[in-house]
């Protein structure tokens, strides 16, 4: 391989780009249902306030996966709007810290002669 450098930013760059905008829309999702635990609340407690449910038994143990009340996905919606911006600035300066990087291995005097210029 003649640059390895190269091949390494390269895939850095690759995995980094949108990491924080991707994390925080999974993170944020308000169709995502929440479990509850069979200890906490029981299956006819849920049918008596017509909650949406479904049996769960897993890795997280016996319970329900029940949809976010109105309020928790307003939440997630507000998370979103508001965080969106932020993570976007975030993976471009992520992606600008790593190209300047690149360029200043490659070319550090004309780099610095650039950055003398501005």
Same mark, same amino acid.
């Given at each position: 391989?003649?640059?390895p450098?190269?091949?390494v930013l390269a895939g850095v760059l690759a995995l980094l780009q949108g990491c924080a905008t991707a994390r925080l829309w999974e993170w944020t999702d308000p169709n995502e249902r929440v479990w509850i635990g069979a200890d906490a609340i029981t299956e006819q407690a849920l049918q008596a306030? +017509?909650?949406d449910y479904q049996v769960y038994s897993g890795a997280l143990g016996n319970g329900f996966l029940v949809r976010?009340?109105?309020r928790g996905r307003l939440w997630d919606y507000q998370l979103r709007a508001l965080g969106t911006p932020v993570t976007l600035v975030l993976d471009a300066a992520?992606?600008?810290?790593?190209? +300047?990087a690149f360029v200043f291995v490659?070319?550090?005097a004309g780099t610095v002669k650039l950055i003398e210029k501005l």
């Open positions: 391989m003649r640059h450098a190269r091949s306030r +017509g909650i976010k009340n109105v992520t992606v600008v810290v790593i190209i +300047g490659h070319e550090p």
